[in-house]
């Protein structure tokens, strides 16, 4: 089945280590997107991938960083994690402007 | 910009009976309004959406309205099962195509 995958699905990481997040799909869209979900939250768009243009949400902190190698795969890089970025990472992707469709999430935690 | 409202927060309805989640949205451009169900520990998956060319849309138990007039758009779930409970979130897209979600509401089913 056609689908956005993302690696892992849990990840523990210390304050200040960096730490990726991954997400490949098998959809094909040119699209990929990278939310922040906090608890009892509405997901939050990071930025996203419009094929190889990237696209940065104004209020996304510097702190966030990500990297789109090929249409399959993108990552999320996240520098010097703090406690306030915990949270479930989701990623998507559409085909242009169309209906998004999600992974599963990665739910981070910071220590 | 969009502004997307959702109502209500949380929703207890008995199982078997129905629920309506009611959203709002302020750019009257906007043309596509999708809903998605986000259970625990997952990633939201959407489960029904409409465009601004028709009124009401249906899939089995699952249907969605529309009232460009107003600016509103509600999801209507019949004959509730427990597999109904979840967090359900409305959306519209902002100027640029990306989606805003409304809040989301915590519909319980209860036995």
């Known amino acids: 089945d056609a689908m956005v995958i993302q690696n892992p699905r849990y990840q523990v990481t210390q304050f200040g280590k960096p730490v990726t997040l991954s997400c490949s799909q098998t959809?094909?869209?040119?699209?990929m997107y990278w939310y922040q979900q906090k608890s009892s939250q509405a997901p939050k768009l990071l930025f996203h991938?419009?094929?190889?243009?990237?696209?940065n949400e104004a209020d996304t902190p510097d702190n966030f960083q990500s990297r789109r190698p090929n249409t399959s795969f993108c990552f999320l890089d996240i520098r010097s994690p703090g406690l306030g970025d915990a949270a479930m990472y989701l990623c998507?992707?559409?085909?242009?402007?169309?209906?998004?469709?999600f992974g599963p999430g990665t739910r981070l935690l910071v220590l | 910009g969009e502004n997307v409202e959702q109502h209500p927060s949380t929703l207890s309805v008995q199982e078997g009976d129905s629920a309506v989640i009611k959203c709002t949205y302020s750019d009257s451009a906007s043309n596509y309004f999708p809903w998605y169900k986000q259970e625990l520990g997952k990633g939201p998956q959407l489960i029904i959406d409409i465009r601004s060319n028709v009124g009401e849309k249906k899939d089995q138990r699952i249907a969605v309205t529309l009232n460009k007039t107003a600016k509103h758009f509600s999801l209507h779930i019949t004959e509730t099962q427990p597999e109904d409970s979840a967090v359900y979130f409305c959306?519209?897209?902002?100027?640029?195509?990306?989606?805003?979600f409304g809040k989301g509401t915590r519909l319980h089913i209860l036995p």
């Open positions: 959306a519209a897209p902002r100027e640029d195509d990306k989606i805003i």
């Open positions: 998507a992707t559409s085909a242009g402007r169309e209906t998004q469709y």
């Open positions: 959809l094909n869209h040119n699209v």
């Open positions: 991938y419009y094929d190889k243009d990237f696209n």
